[in-house]
């Protein structure tokens, strides 16, 4: 998006605005699920991910979202909104909205110190980092001010940082299981990319296997 040099082009701005829908959907999808990973949180997640689509086909394949940018050399892009740009507005705040409610319930009912530890570490982290990346890049470009629109990158970092303390302070995953899941996600990419980029038909064949072996053994 910002490398982009062509008035016009919105492909990368359509995608920026896709990605962003991700963050606010699994989110609250996790808040769910967390610590305990019921069930019953499995239909909630099959909602949760068809309206996320739904909005990210709109945002991308209609100018209902996004209409146009224009690049501005040595500034920020100046994006043009569409009609249904504040139904995505509502999207991103109210599912954020949501998952900060379910924290703070279960950081209130909850009678085990470590997850009222992680749920508070949780809860600070996104609030803080999700509040000011909607006033910077959600609210104020819709207003006509694009000069902060970098604040929720940096943003997203702060929320990792988080995360990454909860994860190690206070035990938020099982660590040893949650790097042997890295480490197969890796090698899953890593096989799926030479198979799509296989020279003969034969060598897909081949990779396509050994993937697909990867994956359940995985």
Not at 42 to 68: E, M, P, Q, R, Y
Not at 131 to 158: D, M, R, S
Request: net charge positive; glycine share 6%.
């Amino acid at each position: 998006f910002r490398l982009n040099t062509i008035s016009g082009d919105l492909l990368f701005t359509k995608l920026l605005y896709v990605s962003a829908t991700v963050i606010p959907s699994s989110f609250l999808y996790f808040t769910y699920m967390f610590p305990f990973n019921k069930f019953y949180a499995h239909w909630k997640g099959v909602c949760i991910v068809t309206v996320n689509s739904l909005l990210a086909l709109a945002t991308f394949h209609t100018d209902l979202i996004i209409k146009n940018v224009v690049v501005n050399s040595g500034h920020e892009h100046v994006i043009t909104f569409g009609s249904f740009y504040l139904v995505y507005a509502f999207y991103i705040m109210s599912f954020f909205v949501l998952g900060f409610w379910n924290l703070y319930r279960k950081y209130k009912i909850t009678k085990d110190e470590v997850l009222k530890k992680q749920s508070i570490v949780l809860l600070g982290g996104y609030v803080v980092a999700a509040n000011i990346a909607c006033v910077t890049n959600l609210f104020l470009p819709y207003f006509g001010y694009y000069e902060l629109n970098w604040v929720g990158q940096i943003c997203t970092g702060f929320v990792v940082g988080f995360l990454t303390y909860a994860v190690f302070r206070h035990k938020l995953f099982q660590t040893k299981a949650l790097v042997a899941e890295l480490l197969f996600s890796v090698f899953w990419i890593f096989l799926l990319t030479r198979t799509l980029l296989s020279d003969s038909v034969k060598d897909g064949l081949y990779n396509g296997i050994l993937f697909g072996f990867s994956v359940l053994i995985g």
